[in-house]
Each structure stands twice: as structure tokens, then as C-alpha cells.
Nanobody, 121 residues
Framework: QVQVVESGGGLVQPGGSLRLSCVAS????????MGWYRQAPGKERELVAQ???????NYADSVKGRFTISRDNAKNTAYLQMNNLKPEDTAVYYC???????????????WGKGTLVTVSS
């Protein structure tokens, strides 16, 4: 069994910064890719950023230049550093862990329950 747990969400003012963490535990592999997704009320879940086991990254156009995804394989942890936050970034952020070839997800993926990020003055 694999469990994925996010943390670090909260309330921040526009222009502020926040750092999210995602810890994976159980029968996981260091070769797993990690990704961050988000879902705002009434909208579809969308990809924010992903990172392969080798450190290759991919970002949604809406967050390029503002967000940075990273990982610490020894700790089975992925991070999302969010800078210059905007109100439209408000959403529940979910972590995903699973196998991939490049940016393409394969097989079973494991999801966390999400952490809420609210950007408002």
C-alpha cells in the first residue's frame, strides 16, 4: 500500500509565497514521478507541475516563472514552492505519485487528499 500526504496549505495575500510538501510512504519506488495538481470549486482538476525521478520538470503555462517543483528522494518527498501568488491560484492542491516515462503517467497512480491554498487580501 502507498499513502500520499500533502501539507503546507493556508491563507496568503496576493504576491505572497507558500511552500507545499508531499510525503509518500509504503511500497513506493524512488523511480516514481511526482506531480502537483489543483482543483478550484466548480472546475476540473488540472496539472500544475510534475517531476521525474531524474529531475526533469514540466509546468502549466499559468505557473511558469512563479512555481518550482523539487524532490528529495531520500525522504520520499516532493515540494512545490509557490511565489507571487495570485487569487486565481486558489484551489485544493493534490499530490500524485506514480510511474512515468518522461512526462507520461503509466500504470497506477497514488493521490493525496489535498491541501487548501487560499490567495486573498
Amino acid at each position: 500500500q502507498v499513502q500520499v500526504v500533502e501539507s503546507g496549505g493556508g491563507l496568503v495575500q496576493p504576491g505572497g509565497s507558500l511552500r507545499l510538501s508531499c510525503v509518500a510512504s509504503g511500497s513506493i519506488f524512488t523511480s516514481f514521478a511526482m506531480g502537483w495538481y489543483r482543483q478550484a470549486p466548480g472546475k476540473e482538476r488540472e496539472l500544475v507541475a510534475q517531476i521525474t525521478s531524474g529531475g526533469t520538470t514540466n509546468y502549466a503555462d499559468s505557473v511558469k516563472g512563479r512555481f518550482t517543483i523539487s524532490r528529495d528522494n531520500a525522504k520520499n518527498t516532493a515540494y512545490l514552492q509557490m511565489n507571487n501568488l495570485k487569487p486565481e491560484d486558489t484551489a485544493v492542491y493534490y499530490c500524485r505519485a506514480g510511474s512515468s516515462i518522461g512526462m507520461n503517467w503509466l500504470g497506477i497512480s497514488y493521490w493525496g487528499k489535498g491541501t487548501l491554498v487560499t490567495v486573498s487580501s
